[in-house]
DNA sequence: CGATATCCTGCATACGTTTTTCCAATCTGT
DNA sequence: ACAGATTGGAAAAACGTATGCAGGATATCG
């Protein structure tokens, strides 16, 4: 009600001001004279610009654009008058105008491999929150089925005017596009760990997966496990954060490292790996390169009767929401995904001239979560059980 | 070859007309003069416009506009000719200078509650994909935290010129979003089911969940349950088409409805209800409303001493990609959200001037998955075991 | 009180594209 | 061969905002 109040006043205030000056209106809307009804054609989706501001505030429109600009050179009455008429008649800036007169950053593209895997879709929700706070558009393009001599292609394609980067690169995909974003382009990434010996990139983040990976072996080693095995994700240059933090650990104990097996993002991964790793009864824990690896593990391991903690113990990694309701509940390394896809776009604030930032960006840390799936290996209390599983087929 | 010849020829053409042309330059490059060395100045990340273009195919920069936006009015020749200069300088439009100038349709903008959801990461996928088919830009704006008053504002935030909205409105959120959508911005969405009684908008996607929700309960019921209990999804209308397929089935067997939870989006919301099933004997079976609800409910019947599927027979909805890692692997109705997400897209195309189209864009059917965790009831075949679940804790 | 420095504001132009208008060239039919 | 029809291509005016430059107003100082 009272905004439909207040939108009649609009209206009646602007026809007020703009009758009499019929003239002022040619002359203010376009250089050149023009047919004087122009401002009967304004009822489009986007119809107030910054010259209707202007009308109303009394100003030229380019002292409205010093006022959202945030120009040192405006008197404060000015400023107040113009903010007074931008709220009233709810102007919002055209991006694509700012954007094509070389305004300042307004918008961020994310660039990643997945929208549907847990860690990316956690970094993309932090990342559009803290777009939102700040007025930023947020764009989106995938990195699937890019061939790697395309990537250069793709991510040109990503690129537009006024807008920054944001590269997911927690795989070979992201991490090959992020090599590929001409340096002009402002960017900030999402990346498993910087690289060994540089000093990183300002605008990259992660989280300490090397140590909380090291931790959560040495959980398991310190639960009396001989050795860990472990089912890596995906990588490109051999290694990974979590998987070198699981051979320091076993390094440091003493210990023979474990299996590594074939790696991927998916259950079908871990279910695969868990298939040859119940065969080996010497196999009492394995630590997995993330939860679904961990839960399609789990299940090759049940189907082979293998019960879990009794016969092996599990970790995981990441803490998807689910994982606290899987069977057993997993026990897992927490990363809070959304928390550092805020913290990535608060360094690409601080990339643009703009003076703008967002609260709350702190790089956040890995975290073991103890549930259900890590336990004492049976040598360790008695013999192993092999009870078979739950299953209708029983 | 012959595509290679013809881009070197294109080249000395170029160098060949632009040199001795100094002034035509500038006079191409803005009407009134300008300073000559405005070329110089051209290496900043889009440095390639249309009127380079002209300049290398030797036309002026309209003809290309015409060729680019396949005007009728252009011979063969001079297509061609610019089509190669367009490859060879590697030129794309500048989206924003497009959308200014009221261009066609180039961008969507996704309005969904969440990322991290199953099904809203899978539709996101499917749109992300189909747009990139046509060169459309994606952006993504949640919806998270808006107060139903606000909603409007929300909504028009999203808005930007040349660019169409596609709503998730599988939610109250989403639903509410839908409707404060101006009607002249190009929209699709993507819905529960049409309003019962008024011819849906074409644009308007969905997936006959009702029938689906329909089937999966007759099957439970065919497998000898009395009768099968619910655990919705969220809704604000009373009630979701896979609620009302499950109260047709019932009603079709002339058998007594089961209860209707609490419903909600995630595990907690069925572990909960799964406690308070649990401690009722003659629940056999549980249609839940998508299978995060489902594995939560499990959850809530293996701690509780209830077997699944000896004792209770569950059911999900979405298919979710670990639905079969699960333990018991879950059987569930499967959604092709990400197909769904595409032909919405090609919705929102068909609603644009621009004779743009996808392939592959048919509305997917729901189907039922039988896995594990649906089976007789334990009346049909001898007693319940209610075999405690296989925990260290037993 | 006048001069100078300072601060604010308006003017003109640019950004890259679309679109409308218009003219020239080519083609058709007789 | 000529009038008319048709077609191909060019010119110019938008679209909404940013910004360098210059001029005017105001404040400060001598």
Redesign the pocket.
Not at 29 to 35: A, H, K, L, M, T
Not at 46 to 51: G, N, T
């Given at each position: 009600m009272g905004s439909e109040q207040c939108r009649t006043e609009d209206l009646c205030d602007r026809s007020q001001r703009v009758e009499p000056t019929e003239a002022e209106v040619a002359r203010d809307?376009?250089?050149?004279?023009?047919?004087s009804d122009?401002a009967l054609?304004?009822d489009?989706s986007?119809?107030?610009?910054?010259?209707d501001?202007?009308r109303a505030a009394?100003?030229?429109?380019?002292?409205?654009?010093?006022v959202?600009?945030e120009?040192?050179?405006?008197?404060?009455?000015?400023?107040d008058a113009v903010l007074a008429a931008i709220a009233e008649l709810r102007?919002?800036?055209?991006r694509?105008?700012?954007a094509?007169?070389?305004?300042?950053l307004q918008a961020v593209t994310v660039l990643a491999t997945s929208t549907s895997l847990y860690g990316y879709a956690a970094a993309i929700e932090g990342i559009e929150e803290a777009t939102r706070e700040v007025g930023f558009a947020m764009g989106f393009r995938t990195l699937k089925g890019v061939e790697p001599e395309a990537m250069h292609e793709a991510v040109e394609r990503a690129i537009e005017?006024a807008s920054g980067l944001i590269v997911i690169a927690f795989d070979p995909a992201g991490a090959l596009a992020l090599e590929c974003v001409p340096p002009e382009v402002p960017t900030a990434a999402m990346i498993q760990a910087p690289a060994a010996g540089l000093t990183p990139a300002p605008s990259h983040v992660w989280i300490d997966e090397f140590a909380a990976a090291k931790a959560a072996t040495k959980y398991l080693l310190d639960l009396g496990h001989q050795t860990v095995h472990h089912v890596p994700i995906p990588d490109w240059s051999g290694s990974t954060p979590r998987l070198a933090g699981w051979r320091a650990a076993l390094q440091e104990a003493g210990v023979q490292p474990g299996l590594v097996l074939k790696g991927g993002w998916t259950a079908e991964w871990g279910y695969e790996a868990g298939l040859a790793l119940a065969k080996q009864p010497e196999v009492t824990a394995v630590l997995c390169g993330n939860d679904e690896i961990a839960l399609g593990l789990m299940r090759a391991m049940y189907e082979n009767g293998r019960a879990i903690p009794e016969d092996v113990s599990v970790i995981g990694f990441d803490d998807v929401p689910y994982a606290r309701f899987a069977f057993p509940a997993l026990t897992t390394v927490r990363q809070d995904f959304k928390a550092l896809g805020r913290v990535c776009f608060a360094r690409l604030l601080e990339l643009g001239e703009a003076g703008l930032s967002i609260g709350h960006a702190e790089t956040p840390q890995a975290e073991l979560v103890v549930r259900e799936t890590a336990g004492p290996p049976a040598s360790a209390t008695e013999g192993s059980s092999a009870r078979p599983p739950p299953r209708a087929t029983a």
């Open positions: 809307r376009s250089q050149p004279g023009e047919p122009a054609v304004r489009r986007q119809p107030v610009s910054i010259r501001v202007a009394g100003f030229s429109y380019q002292t409205v654009s010093r959202i600009n120009s040192p050179n405006v008197s404060d009455a000015t400023r102007f919002r800036p055209n694509a105008a700012r094509l007169a070389g305004g300042p005017p």
